[in-house]
C-alpha cells in the first residue's frame, strides 16, 4: 500500500524532524563567518598583517576586557550616545509635531527638513569639527542630528495620519489642548514615533563610532583608529565586532520595547 507524502500526514502522525530554535538558528550565519574567515586564515590567502584570525582577535576581546580599556571605551561611547539621543530625540519630536500640527510652519520649515534630510550626517562632520572641534560637544551633536531627522519625521508621519474627523469631534466637545495630546495624538502616533526611535538609536550609533573615528580621544571608534595607526589589526577587528554586537543589542532591545508599548494593537 502507497504511503501518502509527508506533506498529506495529519498533523499528529508527521515524522519528527530537527528543528533549531531562533537563537541557535541565529547563532547559525555569524558562526558561519567565523569558520570562513578561521579557514581563509590557515590557508595563508591573506597575510597575516591584513587578516588575523578570529582565535587572536578573541584573545585581544579578553585582554582588553580584563585591561578594562574596552569597558572604558564603550562606557564612553554609551554615554555620549545617551545623551545625545535624548537630546535629538526631543528636538525631533517638538519639530515634527509643530510642523505637523501648523500648516504656517509645516510650509515655511518643511522643505528645509527635506532638503537636510538628503544630506547625510557623515557629511557635516568636517564642519561640526571646525565649529565644534573634537570635544564632547561634537560627539553629541552629530549623535543629535543623526537622532533627529528620523524621530522628526516618524512624527510628522503619526500625526499626519490621524483622521480629521478625530480633531473634528474634538472641536465639536470643545476638547482641551492636552486633553487632545494625550487622549488622540499619542495613541494614535506611538507606534510611528516609536519606529523612528527604533531607526534612530541604530543610526546615531553607526554615526557616532564613524565621528569616533575621525576625531576623539576616547571612545569605541577611538580604540580602532588607535589600532589601525599603530598596524594591530586584532585590535581594529576587535572594535568592529564590538561596536556590531552593540548596535544589534540597542536595535534587539528597541523592537522589544516598540513590542510591548503597542501590544494594546493587537488586543
Known sequence: MATAPASFLPSGSRRPGFKLGPLPQALVPPLALFAVWQ???????????????????ARTLARLAASGE?????GVSLRRLLVGFGAGALTGLAFGAATALSRWTEAALWPLFLLLWQVPVIAFLPVLVLFFGIDETFKITIVALATFFPVALATFDGIKSVPRAWFEVAQVYRTRLPDLLWRILVPATVPAILTGLRVAITRAWVVLVAGELLAADSGIGQLMETGRQLFQIDVVLAGVITSGVIGFLLDRCARALEARATRWKDA
Open 39 to 57: 579557514l581563509a586564515c590557515l590557508t595563508g590567502l591573506f597575510p597575516e598583517q591584513v587578516l588575523v584570525p578570529p582565535s587572536t582577535v
Open 70 to 74: 574596552l569597558e572604558r571605551d564603550v
